[in-house]
């Protein structure tokens, strides 16, 4: 057995599926769970794990000793990605969006304790990273190295977000009719709608865009998933709050009272966002009475630090 796999078998399981009580759902009759995968590692959590996993597997099969990616100052992928590669013992360095001060903020000065190296980049220089001669730059420089791209949305993310529909099939005794998830490079939704086509193609998939102008992701799910066509799957591109990280108060508020009513602890950013546009819909009767809803819980709570610490939660 491989050293991934063995890390793997040790300290990832599948993660809980929790059922949910809100007056909202019991007042439309319908059921919503949350699917855990905020718990499945305390440093490696949520969809960034599922993307990393045959990354990971990939790099060490390849004999790499380096793992390159890309993110902004408080990128729950950085975060994961240099705690993965502490512990399965590979060397990692981040091409970061932004000025040298942030090295000092909770997501970059961890990335740093568990050893990733960070070369920090101007705006116009981080949006060469999908550039071919860019990135043939960065292979020549840094040799053995893997190139993962920004958000670990790659051909290897998709198997790895497909077994939460493997598990999610074995742990739900009905029929799922819709899951949601949180999208911001489209990994995690391509992933699900790859996932529903093979184990349940029944249940609808839908990705809340978390940035504004989104619809440039769905031709990504297609170039992802060349099958998708023969799925039920929707981005929701309305929900965005004004972009990318903005917190409104009603966003904010939602937050603070989801987590008091049902003790899941979220953050605005994805799974909030997310969750409040579920509510949104609920609200205006997208779901037929008795309708069986997953919301798939991303992780990302390392950059609750952050947000305080830029005071905007
Ligand atoms: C916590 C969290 N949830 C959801 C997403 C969105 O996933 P994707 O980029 O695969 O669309 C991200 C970004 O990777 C994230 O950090």
């Not at 949910?20 to 059921?31: C, E, K, Q, Y």
């Not at 990354?55 to 729950?76: K, M, P, R, T, W």
């Not at 975060?79 to 590669?85: F, R, V």
Request: glycine share 8%.
């Amino acid at each position: 057995m491989g050293f991934i796999e063995k890390f793997l078998n040790e300290n990832i399981s599948h993660s809980p599926l929790q059922k949910i009580t809100h007056p909202l759902l019991t007042a439309r009759n319908l059921t919503l769970s949350i699917k855990r995968d905020d718990l499945l590692h305390p440093e490696i959590s949520g969809n960034k794990w599922r993307k990393l996993k045959y990354n990971l597997l990939h790099a060490e099969a390849n004999n790499i000793d380096q793992l390159l990616s890309f993110g902004g100052a408080y990128s729950n992928h950085i975060h994961a990605l240099s705690a993965a590669a502490y512990h399965l013992k590979f060397k990692a360095r981040g091409i970061i969006r932004g000025e040298e001060h942030y090295i000092k903020n909770p997501t970059l000065s961890q990335a740093k304790k568990w050893g990733m190296q960070l070369n920090f980049v101007d705006r116009k220089t981080y949006r060469l990273k999908t550039q071919s001669d860019f990135l043939e730059n960065l292979q020549l420089q840094f040799p053995n190295t893997f190139i993962i791209p920004e958000g670990g949305s790659n051909y290897l993310a998709i198997p790895g977000v497909e077994e939460v529909i493997a598990e999610l099939i074995t742990q739900s005794s009905e029929k799922i009719d819709h899951i949601f998830t949180a999208t911001g490079s489209a990994g995690t939704l391509s992933g699900l709608v790859s996932g529903a086509l093979k184990y349940s193609p029944t249940t609808q998939v839908h990705g809340i865009a978390v940035l504004k102008d989104a619809q440039y992701l769905a031709p990504i799910v297609s170039d992802f998933v060349p099958q998708s066509k023969q799925l039920n799957w929707h981005l929701h591109t309305q929900f965005h709050e004004g972009g990318y990280a903005k917190v409104s108060a009603d966003l904010s508020d939602f937050c603070i009272q989801f987590t008091q009513q049902t003790k899941v602890p979220i953050e605005p950013i994805y799974t909030g966002k997310m969750l409040y546009a579920l509510w949104q819909l609920i609200e205006q009767d997208y779901f037929v009475t008795g309708a069986n809803i997953v919301a798939l819980h991303t992780g990302g709570l390392q950059g609750l630090a952050g947000l305080k610490e830029q005071k905007k939660y």
